[in-house]
């Protein structure tokens, strides 16, 4: 069956550009993590969604980091002005519920800001 | 807050030759512990976890984890590795019932 997606896979900015990354939850996953993993280091907690209400973002960096999940699917994380140090694989992880349940993750979109 | 300590950022094996990969935490609560694996240019996948009850834990591809909570260590082990078990490993700590801390990985080459 399908995995969680993540578009793009690879993704280039330059310094100040705004980008937008995208998750696909596995079907009928009702929580939705991104998490931010920088070069050599493991995964960072950004926020968390249940169904479209976003529980915690108490891991976003700074104000220029915006999650939505409008429809209770579909996740995009907007990084606006983006700078050197955003450079980092992002990832994205659904669960069935919220719980202790297995998180399911994707295979992450590679941020590379010049 | 807690912190992941994984205390060997890499790890050579042989093939068929055991490997032991260390994580250690620090909480004031109880927790619960991960171990996930990464192939290259893969997702995080689930190896084992501990919840509660035995403090021995199985899981897949051979895999074995100990919880010891007066060290506050969860290592994990593998009798006998493959080729294929060449990846990336992460143990990871939740003090609640979703947000994961990881520690740094551990990166295991097997050789034949």
């Known amino acids: 069956g399908a995995g969680v997606s993540q578009s793009p896979r690879y993704k280039v900015a330059k310094r100040g550009q705004d980008v937008a990354l995208r998750c696909d939850p596995i079907?009928?996953?009702?929580?939705l993590f991104w998490y931010q993993q920088a070069l050599g280091q493991g995964p960072e907690f950004l926020t968390y969604?249940?169904?479209?209400?976003?529980?915690?973002k108490s891991g976003l960096p700074s104000d220029r980091f915006f999650a939505e999940r409008p429809e209770g699917s579909v996740s995009t994380l907007k990084i606006q002005r983006t700078q050197q140090e955003d450079s980092a694989v992002y990832l994205c992880?659904?669960?069935?519920?919220?719980?202790?349940?297995?998180?399911?993750f994707g295979p992450g979109t590679r941020l590379t800001v010049l | 807050a807690q912190s992941v300590t994984q205390l060997d950022s890499q790890v050579p094996v042989f093939e068929e030759a055991p490997v032991e990969l260390r994580c250690n935490y620090s909480s004031s609560v109880s927790v619960y512990l991960f171990w996930y694996v990464q192939y290259p240019n893969q997702g995080l996948q689930l190896l084992l976890k501990y919840l509660s009850g035995s403090t021995l834990v199985k899981g897949i591809n051979g895999f074995e984890a100990e919880f010891n909570k007066s060290q506050t260590s969860f290592h994990l082990g593998k009798p006998s590795v493959h080729i294929s078990d060449t990846a990336e490993y992460f143990c990871?700590?939740?003090?609640?019932?979703?947000?994961?801390?990881f520690g740094a990985g551990t990166t295991v080459t097997v050789r034949a």
């Open positions: 992880a659904s669960s069935l519920v919220r719980g202790y349940n297995e998180q399911f």
């Open positions: 990871a700590v939740s003090e609640g019932d979703y947000k994961l801390s």
């Open positions: 969604f249940q169904n479209e209400a976003q529980l915690d």
């Open positions: 079907s009928g996953h009702v929580s």
